[in-house]
């Protein structure tokens, strides 16, 4: 099974950007869709980007205009960049496979984006 990395979170100030990365220890090709999730204190996980093999998009509302996914399959490496960061983005962010919108991988240890105000 893929093991997946994420990295480049941080402390940012309101309005500032973060890029974060998930490198995958196996072929990303071969997954098919990938997608950002994040889990703030006290609620849920949520989706909040996607990326197709052929690279189509999806963002929830709430991202949408601010965070940009992306993926080097030759890197086996998937990217968020994130711009005009809130307080409210503040979560634990991880990357996943994902099919009808669910998760079907195994998670990793997520990386902390903390957004102060």
């Known amino acids: 099974q893929v093991q997946l990395v994420e990295s480049g979170g941080g402390l940012v100030r309101t309005g500032g950007s973060l890029r974060l990365s998930c490198a995958a220890s196996g072929s990303l090709f071969s997954i098919g869709t990938m997608g950002w999730f994040r889990q703030a204190p006290g609620k849920q996980r949520e989706l909040v980007a996607t990326i197709s093999s052929v690279s189509s998009t999806n963002y929830a509302d709430s991202v949408k205009g601010r965070f940009t996914i992306s993926r080097d399959n030759a890197k086996n490496t998937v990217y968020l960049n994130m711009n005009s960061l809130k307080p409210e983005d503040t979560a634990v962010y991880y990357c996943?496979?994902?099919?009808?919108?669910?998760?079907?991988?195994?998670w990793g240890q997520g990386t902390r984006v903390t957004v102060s105000s």
């Open positions: 996943n496979a994902v099919n009808r919108g669910r998760p079907t991988g195994s």
